[in-house]
C-alpha cells in the first residue's frame, strides 16, 4: 500500500475513534463502533491498531501533534516575548475548547486500561513538553531584558496549572467565560512580569 494511502486509511482511523470516543467515552466505545464509523473494514482497523489501548493513545498523540504544530506556527508570527505568552495562552483557550471533556475522557482511559504506567507517561510527556514551550519563552523574556528575572520553569508549572484548572471548571461551569478569565489572567501575570515600559500594551476592556 502506497504510503500516502496509508497515512490516509491512519488518519481516516484516527478521525473516527476521537469521534467515537468523545461520544460513548473510553470504556463503552468498542473498535466495532470504530470500525463503523470510520467505514473501513474490522481488517483494516487491526492491520493499522492492535488494540483500543493503542489506538486511544495514537488518538490523544495526534490531536496534541496538530494542536503543537498549529501554536508552533502562531508562536512564529510574535515579535516579544509578552505576545508569545499571549498567544500561547489563546491557543490552549482553543485548545480546551475543541478539546471539551478530554481530560476526563484521559482519566477513565487510565482507570480503565491495564497499560496505566504507559498511559501515565504519555501524559507526563506532554505535559513536560507543553512546560519546556513555555518555559523558553520566558526565558527569552528574561534574556532580552523585557521580563523580570524569575524562575521560570516553576511559573510555566503554575501557569499550565491555572489552564488545567479551567479545563475542568468548564466542564462543571459551561456558561464560564473561559476568553475572558483568560485574558484577566495573563495581563495580570504580565503585568507583574513586565519591566516598566517594555510590554506591548494590550490590555484588555
Do not use: H
Amino acid at each position: 500500500m502506497p504510503s500516502d494511502i496509508s497515512a490516509e486509511r491512519r488518519a481516516q482511523i484516527i478521525q473516527a475513534a476521537l469521534v467515537c470516543f468523545a461520544r460513548k467515552g473510553y470504556r463503552n466505545t468498542t473498535m466495532d463502533d470504530i470500525v463503523a464509523e470510520s467505514g473501513l473494514s474490522k481488517g483494516t482497523l487491526y492491520w493499522y491498531f492492535e488494540s483500543k489501548d493503542g489506538l486511544f493513545a495514537a488518538a490523544i498523540m495526534s490531536f496534541f501533534e496538530d494542536v503543537g504544530q498549529e501554536t508552533a506556527a502562531a508562536l512564529e508570527q510574535c515579535a516579544t516575548a509578552s505576545d508569545k505568552l499571549r498567544v500561547g495562552v489563546l491557543e490552549i483557550v482553543k485548545f480546551w475548547k475543541e478539546a471539551k471533556g478530554l481530560f476526563n475522557l484521559f482519566v477513565e482511559f487510565w482507570g480503565q486500561s491495564p497499560r496505566r504506567e504507559e498511559a501515565s507517561k504519555l501524559w507526563t510527556d506532554l505535559l513536560v513538553q507543553s512546560r519546556e514551550i513555555i518555559t523558553g519563552i520566558i526565558e527569552e523574556g528574561v534574556r532580552n531584558g523585557e521580563f523580570k528575572p524569575v524562575d521560570a520553569g516553576q511559573l510555566a508549572w503554575a501557569i499550565m496549572a491555572a489552564y488545567d484548572g479551567l479545563a475542568v471548571y468548564i466542564t462543571l461551569v459551561p456558561d464560564l467565560d473561559l476568553d475572558r478569565v483568560s485574558q484577566v489572567f495573563i495581563e495580570t501575570l504580565l503585568s507583574g512580569l513586565e519591566v516598566d515600559g517594555q510590554g506591548s500594551g494590550q490590555k484588555g476592556d
